[in-house]
Every structure is written in C-alpha cells, then in structure tokens.
C-alpha cells in the first residue's frame, strides 16, 4: 500500500483472519485480553477458520487492530516489550483451541519464529570447529530438498556439488506441469520456514508460481553455480580406504567420477511415473502419456478421452480438460475423500497480503494456525482407538463422526446425480488415503454430459482403448495416466554400495527401511531426505519433514568433527527397533489398515512411506543426532 491511511488500513483488515489478528494485537498492545476464549477459532476442514465468530465480535476486533496499527505503523508508536512466553502460550492455546501439551512448546515456539531467527540455521562452521578439515557433500537432486540441504551445508561451511538430472531446479515442481497442477497444502505452509513469502497470489497456487519460488531460493542463496544439471548420478560406492563416497555421474555421454565425504540423497518419492500393468498397454495406437510427463503437444480438444487413476494429480487435472475434451471417461478403482476447502483456487486479497508483510506476527500466528490445524492439531482423527466397535469405514468415534461431516458434504454436491453417490463416497477410513481439496470442481466435471465414471477393472488396452472386464470397449484417441509414481521403490534411478560392496537396493530386497527415513547400517556418511517413513498424510507440509532431516544431516556432519571421525555409521540395532516402532504404530493408524491400498504401501504389505506419529516427535528425534547410536571409523 503506497499511501498508509486509516482508510487503506481499515480497507485491509477486512480480509484479516481474526484469531490470528487476536493473537497479533497481543503483540501490537501487550494486552491479552484480545483473545477472546469465548470465540475460539474452530477447525471445521470446512470453512475459513473464523469459526462462528458473530460480525459485531468481528467488526471489534478489526476495530481495535486498526487502532493499534495506526498508533504503530502510522504513528510511529513502538511495539510494547515482547510478551513473557507465559502470555505466547496462553495465545497458543486460544489458536489451537485446546490447552496444548508441555512438550509441544519448544517444537510450537521454534515453528512460530516471533524472534524472527531462523532457529534451524546451523551455529558452527566447519573451520571454526576443525581449522584443519575440509568437508565436502555430493547431493543429489536439486528439489525442494535438495536444495535445502544444500543452503544448510553451506551454511555450516561444507562445500557441496549438487547433481541435478533436469536442466532447472524444482524437481518435482518442475516435472509436474499437467493442466491445474497446483499445491494442495496452503502455500503459507508450504515454503521453506526461513524464507517466508508474503506475496503467494492464491492461498494454493500453482506450479509456475511453485516453480518460482525455488528458483528464487536457488537464486538468492547462490545455488545455482554449484548444481550441475543434466547429470545423472549412476551409483555411488563408499571407498573404505580413503572413507570417501565415490559417484559416478553422466552428462551428455561423458562419465566422470566425483568424491565426497558425504552422500545426500534428495531425489524425492514422487517422480518415476508408474504406469498400470495392463495387459496390452504398449499396443494403443492414440496418444497416451502421464501425468507426471504432460504431452503439451497433443491437443486434447475435441478428442475421446480417457484417464485411468483418481489420485491428487487426476484430481486436480481433470476438472480442467473436461470441459474441453469430446468425451471424457474416468476409470476409477478407489475413490479419494474430498477434503472441503472453499478457498481452494481462490486469489489471496492484497488486504491479506499486506497484513502478512507489515502487520507484526500476523504471519507468523497465521501460519502456526494452519500448521496446527493441518497437522497435530488432527492427528487423533486418523488414528485407530482398539475399542472401536464400529465397521471397516473407520477406525474410531472421531474418525466416523468426520466421516459422516465429509460425507454430508459430498451429498450437497451430489445433488441431482444422485448415480454418483456410490461411486465417490469412500469405503476406507478417512486418512487411509490422503485426502483431496475440494472446491467443487471435481464432481461439477464428473456430473458433465460429456463425462462419464468408469469402476468396472480394465480388462485390457486395445489398439483402439480400453476393454473393462465387464467385456465393454471403449474407444478412444487419447490415454492420460493419472497412476502415481513407484514410490515404494527409493531412490530407483542410481545403485548404492556401501561397506563390503553392499548394494543398497539389495539390503532392502524391496522394503525401504532407515533410521528416522535418514541413514542406513552399512553405509556410513549416508543421508537420505524424504526416506522411508518419512511421508504424512494428515497434510502438514512435506517441507517441514525436509527441514527437519537437513537440521539433522548437518547435526551428522558436525559430529564427525566434534567425534574427530572420518565416518559415521548408525547402529543395526538401533536401525532395528526403531523400524518395528515405525510398523507397530503405523498399524494403528488409518492408512496402516489391512483393507486400505494406497502408494504408501510396497508391495509386501508394509507401510513404507508414512511417519506414524506426530509431527512433534519428528522435530524432537531430528533435533541432532545421538553419538551413542552411531559407530564411527576414526
Ligand atoms: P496416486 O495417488 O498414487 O494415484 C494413482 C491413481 O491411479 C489411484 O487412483 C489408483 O487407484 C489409480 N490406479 C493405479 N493403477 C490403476 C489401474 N490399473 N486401474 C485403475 N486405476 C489405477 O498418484 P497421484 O495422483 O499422482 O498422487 C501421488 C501423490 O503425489 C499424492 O498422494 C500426493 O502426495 C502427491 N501429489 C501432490 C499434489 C499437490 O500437492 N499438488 C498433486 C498431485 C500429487 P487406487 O487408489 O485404487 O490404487
């Protein structure tokens, strides 16, 4: 806002999200009593999180902002002393709407950043803490993790190479460019935490602006001059002599062999395309592509087309060709919940924007609201109570109650196709699956004349289209798989040897296991990010997993210094029962259920993607690595 009047503030504050306007006047005025315990603020899925709030209440509390802001920002009267973190926790409580547990306070002080310190910025550098050493890391992958790590390591004076097998940064926002290719965690989450962005246009924007964002980073962080793109890391064999990681990397035709004292792996779960192993696939004579590999140049007007799969990408795809396409055929095997979120694909007001860049705190409560309310904050809802005596389609009180909400919700869009019921309602629990953001679109694109819901298994793929094994054929021109990706296969696209010559890929004979989704036995100066059980369901941003395992890579590197060693290796035993408290509380857990299949899955059974607690244990057990539970080669 060019011109700071009492109007342009007034004019901004009708876009404000009040709980976290209360908690910000706490701050603007030193008083408390702006929260208002009577008018909590309410965490439905369904609406904008202002709960019940009656407009008088509301109108107050803009009223009483406006005041403060005018005094502060026009004014010029200071901030009163920050308050005592027995008043933070009381505002902490108001905006969680519960009295939040001892041990979530540090986690929640630290997530909300009032100090405005990047709190996971390492403290040491490598040449204050062993003048004499050089410390050097290979990662691989230039995406949201990789280049995270990259600005930690960095940080902590490591030097590192990053190898990048696209030709930009971005990883999965950059191979994701389908039609309505959006994020579906509120982009006020979802951004690193030390590089918040006030100006996000839509609360869920879409990938270029995804896209954008981590080339900013990149950019701002000098990054760029240590990726090396369109290389391919080929496999990466530990030398136990020199204790060093050899990799062998590809670029246009050219092999070379790098050397690290640390491997970081950061290539993601989500980016091999899976397609379905039906039976004449090869043979179809249209176009047919993934999603994840979006044909730009097939024109999709006017043909006959057909989409296999309902995951979050289909999701998010289909409401946009549908209206374009001929004909429209959704070949659906399990339907995905519908998470209600009105504002979904709604622009983000220049009032809020505004507020989240001068309104001081407002930022950050807001987003400890979403992070509340996404994560931990649900967490109960999708876990089993042993008592629950109820049917397969769901797992406790809570769970069913949100059911029977999610539900109702889906039959006022139903409305009069009432055909579809039985096809998009759900038969597994809530959070067995992740669940889909909502604002309409999607079943307004099945009700279509033009579209119709196959659940009938394909049979097999023609030349022609598609057979179902009802013995129906339907032809079409174009086939876009909307399949999802062989997560459960880690880090497919390379080899890693280990001590003895141990290939990683052969340890894990198909299940994925690691210490906290990070490191392995036997391979020592080996880091993973996005590892195995490192995956959420109850949304949270898979940025915070990220942060938190690079918090503890670089923890890792620091104890090499501090233990004088030239590596590290976690402890089989300590690998060991950790992997069976992952298994034994991801089965009390709605995506562990024996009726639920899902890419969270391998093919054995066993989930091998989802952390099963909550995120508060996540940051704890990152918080640095252990000494004692790793063995080090002096
Ligand atoms: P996905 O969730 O694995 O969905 C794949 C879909 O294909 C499922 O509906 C699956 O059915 C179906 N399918 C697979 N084989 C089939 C067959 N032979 N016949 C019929 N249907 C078949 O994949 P995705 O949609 O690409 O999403 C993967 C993950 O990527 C998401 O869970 C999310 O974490 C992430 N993602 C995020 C965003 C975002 O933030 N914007 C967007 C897209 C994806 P079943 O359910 O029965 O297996």
């Keep these: 806002m060019a011109n700071l009047t009492r109007e342009s503030i007034r004019t901004a504050l009708l876009e404000a999200h009040i709980p976290s306007l209360m908690a910000a006047l706490v701050h603007l005025t030193g008083d408390a009593s702006h929260l208002l315990p009577e008018h909590p603020p309410v965490y439905d899925f369904f609406g904008d999180g202002q709960g019940d709030l ?44 519960v009295d939040i547990p001892e041990h979530y306070v540090p986690f929640l002080l630290e997530e909300l950043g009032l100090d405005g310190r990047d709190a996971k910025q390492p403290d040491w550098r490598v040449e204050t803490l062993a003048p004499k050493r050089n410390l050097s890391a290979i990662i691989v992958g230039a995406g949201m993790s990789g280049l995270l790590a990259a ?19 971005g990883g999965t926002w950059f191979e994701n460019s389908y039609p309505g290719c ?59 002599a020199a204790s060093k990681w050899r990799v062998t990397v590809t670029q246009k035709g050219a092999t070379e062999s790098l050397e690290a004292d640390l491997l970081v792996s950061a290539v993601g779960q989500l980016n091999q395309p899976r397609l379905p192993d039906v039976a004449g696939r090869d043979s179809f004579a249209g176009d047919a592509f993934h999603s994840a590999r979006w044909r730009h140049d097939v024109d999709l007007a006017g043909k006959r087309v057909a989409v296999i799969g309902t995951g979050a990408s289909a999701f998010q795809f289909v409401p946009e060709i549908a209206g374009k396409v001929a004909s429209l055929t959704v070949f659906q095997r399990t339907p995905p919940w519908l998470g209600p979120t009105p504002n979904y694909h709604d622009d983000v007001g220049g009032g809020m924007r505004w507020m989240l860049e001068h309104v001081p705190t407002y930022e950050s409560w807001y987003r400890f609201w979403l992070f509340w309310m996404l994560t931990d904050g649900i967490y109960e809802m999708v876990k089993a109570d042993p008592a629950w005596d109820g049917d397969t389609t769901a797992i406790s009180a809570m769970n069913a109650e949100l059911r029977a ?61 598609i057979e179902t094994e009802d013995g129906a054929s339907r032809d079409f021109d174009a086939i876009v798989y909307g399949t999802g990706f062989t997560a459960s296969d880690f880090l497919s696209t390379f080899k890693v040897y280990g001590r003895g010559g141990v290939e990683l890929h052969d340890r894990w004979q198909g299940d994925a296991r690691a210490y906290l989704g990070l490191t392995v036995p036997g391979f020592p100066n080996f880091f993973m990010l996005y590892g195995p059980n490192t995956n959420i369901v109850v949304n949270g941003s898979i940025i915070f997993f990220s ?4 918090r503890y890579v670089v923890g890792a590197a620091k104890l090499l210094l501090d233990e004088g ?63 004692g539970e790793f063995v080090f080669d002096r």
């Design 547 to 550: 942060e938190c395992g690079v």
């Design 182 to 240: 959006r994020v579906d965690n509120p982009n006020h989450l979802y951004g690193y935490s030390f590089e918040p962005s006030h100006e996000w246009p839509q609360h869920y924007s879409t990938q270029p602006v995804l896209l954008d964002y981590f080339r900013g980073v990149a950019a701002k962080h000098g990054l760029r001059e240590h990726v090396r793109f369109e290389t391919k890391v080929e496999d990466a064999r530990w030398d136990e």
């Design 151 to 169: 600005i930690r390591l960095r940080q902590a004076g490591v030097a590192v190479r990053i190898i990048e097998k696209n030709a930009e940064v």
């Design 54 to 97: 009656p407009d008088a209440v509301q109108a107050d509390i803009r009223q009483r902002a406006e005041d403060a802001l005018v005094a502060h920002l026009i004014d010029g009267r200071p901030l009163p002393p920050a308050p005592p973190e027995a008043t933070i926790r009381q505002v902490m409580d108001f905006i969680a709407g």
């Design 405 to 465: 909400a999610l539900v109702e919700k889906i039959q006022e869009q139903i409305g009069d196709a009432p055909h579809l019921r039985e096809l998009v309602v759900p038969s597994y629990p809530i959070g067995g699956k992740r669940t889909v953001r909502d604002n309409g679109v999607w079943l307004a694109a099945l009700k279509r004349d033009n579209v119709e819901v196959v659940t009938n298994p394909i049979a097999k793929i023609s030349p022609t289209g």
């Design 565 to 627: 060693a030239k590596s590290l290796e976690v402890r089989e035993a300590v690998h060991d029962r950790f992997n069976a408290d992952v298994d034994a509380a991801n089965a009390d857990m709605a995506w562990g259920q024996p009726g639920v299949t899902s890419w969270y899955k391998n093919a054995g059974g066993r989930v091998s993607q989802n952390w099963p607690w909550p995120l508060v244990d996540y940051w704890r057990v990152t918080l640095a690595p252990k000494a």
